[in-house]
Structures are given as C-alpha cells and as structure tokens.
C-alpha cells in the first residue's frame, strides 16, 4: 500500500462519511433557520424551543433517507472490502 492509496482512502471514507449525514444535518439547519426567524419575529428568546422541532426533523430525516444512507455505506463498505485483495498484493 503506497501513501496516495491510503489518502485516496480517507478522502472516500470522509466523503461517505458528509454524504451520509447531510440529510440530517440540513434538515437541522433549515428547522433552526426557521424557529430562529419565528422566534426573532415575536421576540421569544427561549433557547429550549428549537431543541424539540430540530429533534422531530432529525428522525424525520433518518427515516425518510434511511434506506438511502443504508444503501450507500454498504455500498462503500463492500466496495472496500473487495478492494482488500488489491492493496495487499
């Protein structure tokens, strides 16, 4: 194994890694967005109040792209293991 396979491998595992958790972190984002212009609208300064629709985006996320992200690391994760063979010999 040379070192350009080796960070050839990081860079595949980071981005499998961004893809698989950027449903969940844009849902986050655009719920957050969205309570704090609420909030900034009528001037409820709650810290609490984003944690509960930010949570129910979040599982929303995970259960509509759940298959999806399922697919996609087993997809990475065999691609890997095949390639075993190739970076010993």
């Given amino acids: 194994m040379n070192p ?3 960070i050839t491998l990081g860079q595949q595992a980071l981005y499998v ?6 449903p969940m972190l844009i849902a986050a984002l655009v719920v957050g967005l969205i309570v ?7 001037q409820i300064n709650e810290m609490t ?4 629709p930010k949570l129910v985006a979040i599982l929303a996320a995970l ?3 759940g298959p999806w992200i ?4 087993v997809d990475y994760v065999r691609r890997l293991f ?6 010993i010999g």
């Fill in 36 to 42: 704090s212009i609420l909030q900034a609208a009528t």
């Fill in 63 to 65: 259960v509509i792209a």
């Fill in 4 to 6: 350009q396979s080796v």
């Fill in 17 to 22: 890694m961004l893809m698989i958790s950027a």
């Fill in 70 to 73: 399922i697919t996609y690391y």
């Fill in 49 to 52: 109040l984003s944690f509960i």
């Fill in 82 to 87: 095949e390639s075993i063979p190739t970076a």
